[in-house]
């Protein structure tokens, strides 16, 4: 089995920043894709970033040059540095891990429970 733990979510003024970290662990092979995704209230849940194995980033439009995603292939944790937070970005944000478990036959996504943020204009 594999868990993620979410951390650094909380309540931030517009124009702050938080930065997220989720830490996966458990019977791990391999890590290959590892993303952020978030959730706000009567939305659909939506990509944030995503950090391949190489390093390989993708945003979403919505927080190109204020976010920042990166990872920790050692500690097996990946990172979500938010600046220039908006009220837009209140959502609950939920980590995402593309993971060979060890004796397992394939890749499987897991998924983290999540860590509210909240940007008070």
């Known amino acids: 089995q594999v868990q993620l733990v979410e951390s650094g979510g909380g309540l931030v003024q517009a124009g702050g920043s938080l930065r997220l970290s989720c830490a996966a662990s458990g019977s791990i092979f391999s890590i290959s894709a590892m993303g952020w995704y978030r959730q706000a209230p009567g939305k659909q849940r939506e990509l944030v970033a995503t950090i391949t194995s190489g390093g390989s980033t993708n945003y979403a439009d919505s927080v190109k040059g204020r976010f920042t995603i990166s990872r920790d292939n050692a500690k097996n944790t990946v990172y979500l540095q938010m600046n220039s937070l908006k009220p837009e970005d209140t959502a609950v944000y939920v980590c995402?891990?593309?993971?060979?478990?060890?004796?397992?036959?394939?890749?499987?996504?897991?998924w983290g429970q999540g860590t509210q943020v909240t940007v008070s204009s």
């Open positions: 995402n891990i593309h993971c060979l478990t060890v004796g397992g036959a394939a890749i499987r996504r897991y």
